[in-house]
């Protein structure tokens, strides 16, 4: 989510919320978003991403999407795995997954 506020500036508050809510009922994915994250595999990052997805579809499915909260619509995201980039929508607007200071 840090990276889709660097690139258009607005917070995504409710999509954290909602994301809160898939790691409390999934920590398996919490778990593997955390490794992903921290040995930078974007193409794990991806996967565990579209599994979320998932999860958030079968919550608005099942009518378990707690009061007030709305599904993001994600299906706009693309991963540059080369580049270490995340592009929005069919555009060039894109942004880097992990700072270049971070790198090792």
Known sequence: MAAL????GRSYDNMRLVFTEVARRRPDLLERSLFSERSRRTTEIEK???KTIAEIDAMVSTGSLPD???APFLSHLRF???SGRLH???????????????RS
Not at 5 to 8: A, I, S
Not at 88 to 102: A, C, K, V
């Open 88 to 102: 929005i929508g069919h555009g060039s607007q894109s942004t880097l997954l992990f700072s270049e200071d971070t």
């Open 68 to 70: 007030g909260l709305a």
């Open 48 to 50: 565990v991403l579209l």
């Open 5 to 8: 506020e660097q690139l258009d």
């Open 80 to 82: 540059n795995h080369s």
